[in-house]
């Protein structure tokens, strides 16, 4: 064996001795939340797509029309083949929903975050992020190479205590969270944190991947709770309840202008499609038209709380801990074999010994799979009958 194929080999042995191999299985997703795993017929609870709007007759008719006038391609960055009047339009809706002056679409949401925040902490630079946040703000700090402080999860006294010791040293300082984390889902207290991030001339940047379409009346975290958080960095995908691909930062037209200017994600890498554009926009139309579907997600993922005597969901993301990555496999294969397809999710996408199974809640799931899936877990025995107790 040469040392490519060992390397290979070695590594992916360790992977698997310690139980986090991934594999890849074949599934198509159907409508609603059905989909074929391996040939066969399951309910997925393993998917972002929130609203079900990758498959809205409305979006798919507004991706299929920019097909035939554009074509499926970009064709170069946008700073080089020149700038399509659909990513213009996205743009605009994208501020309007966030109440931000401005936008910039981005190739993905992960594009985003590592091309944003070197962009705005260098060397020298602070950045304070949230043990929890998402991979690809960790990444975008590494990349930065600012100064890396990590703060306990939505542990503003922590925060503020880091902002105290060292936010003076440093010329500026960037925070960075995720508004609804992925793999809790709960939110982060965007207005508490908004607000200490000013006493301390701090920019507050939240990742809203999870929070666009499903909270604060579809248009995200910073507007949880019915008052506008002062955020200046709203950034987000296109990929989950928007339901194609895509990512964004929403902030003033001189910090979009300069990130436009800035960002290698966004200047050294091809366009978004135009049928994704053109998808986004039709997605925005009917979340913005249909307050009944923004609410389905997180009323489904409350049905299957109350089931179980979990505490209420704050998005459609339902974390039910197992804790070994083992265990966590065996029960999501148990319930794979009962027609669910639920990931079973484990270190490092989470915490050691916090392996879990992350289900999340789709507006088109069926009331009565809801309620299987909870009764499949509880007599699989993952859920405590003492916190069942507790609520009932
Ligand atoms: C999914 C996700 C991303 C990445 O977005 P993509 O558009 O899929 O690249 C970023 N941040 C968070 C919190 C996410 O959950």
């Not at 391609?73 to 339009?89: W, Y």
């Not at 709770?225 to 950034?235: R, S, T, Y």
């Not at 139309?285 to 579907?293: C, H, K, S, T, Y």
Request: aromatic residues 6%.
């Amino acid at each position: 064996m040469d040392s490519l194929e060992r390397f290979a080999a070695e590594k992916l042995a360790r992977i698997r001795a310690a139980g986090l191999y991934r594999a890849l299985p074949v599934t198509a997703r159907l409508a609603g939340a059905d989909a074929v795993r391996d040939g066969v017929r399951v309910v997925s609870f393993s998917c972002n797509d929130y609203l079900n709007l990758s498959q809205h007759p409305a979006v798919k008719a507004a991706a299929q029309a920019a097909i035939d006038a554009y074509g499926v391609g970009a064709g170069a960055s946008r700073l080089v083949t020149g700038n399509h009047p659909l990513l213009v339009e996205l743009e605009a809706r994208l501020a309007r929903l966030k109440g931000a002056e401005s936008a910039v679409v981005f190739g993905s949401g992960y594009l985003a975050n590592i091309g944003i925040i070197p962009s705005l902490a260098g060397r020298g630079g602070l950045i304070l992020i949230d043990e929890l946040a998402h991979n690809c703000l960790f990444m975008g700090a590494k990349l930065s190479g600012a100064d890396t402080l990590v703060f306990r999860h939505n542990d503003l006294a922590h925060l503020g205590e880091l902002l105290g010791q060292h936010r003076a040293r440093h010329p500026v300082a960037l925070i960075l969270t995720d508004g609804v984390f992925s793999m809790d889902g709960d939110l982060a207290p965007v207005h508490d944190m908004a607000a200490l991030a000013a006493v301390h001339d701090a920019w507050l940047m939240t990742d809203d991947a999870h929070g666009l379409g499903v909270v604060g009346e579809g248009r995200g975290s910073s507007f949880a709770g019915g008052v506008k958080a002062a955020v200046p960095l709203q950034m987000g995908t296109l990929s989950k309840a928007i339901g194609g691909y895509g990512g964004y930062l929403c902030a003033s037209h001189t910090v979009v202008d300069y990130v436009r200017n800035r960002a290698r994600s966004f200047i050294f890498t091809t366009g978004l499609p135009p049928a994704s554009a053109a998808a986004a926009i039709a997605a925005l139309d009917v979340i913005e038209a249909d307050p009944g579907l923004r609410a389905a997600p997180i009323a489904k993922a409350r049905l299957f709380t109350r089931a179980l005597g979990l505490p209420e969901p704050e998005s459609p993301i339902v974390p039910v801990i197992v804790g070994g990555a083992a265990e966590t496999l065996a029960a999501s294969a148990a319930l794979l074999d009962q027609g669910f397809l639920v990931t079973g999710i484990r270190p490092p996408s989470v915490p050691e010994g916090t392996a879990r199974l992350r289900v999340t809640f789709t507006a088109q799931h069926r009331d009565e799979d809801v309620r299987a899936l909870a009764d499949a877990i509880i007599a699989l025995g993952l859920v405590q009958p003492t916190a069942r107790a507790e609520t009932a």
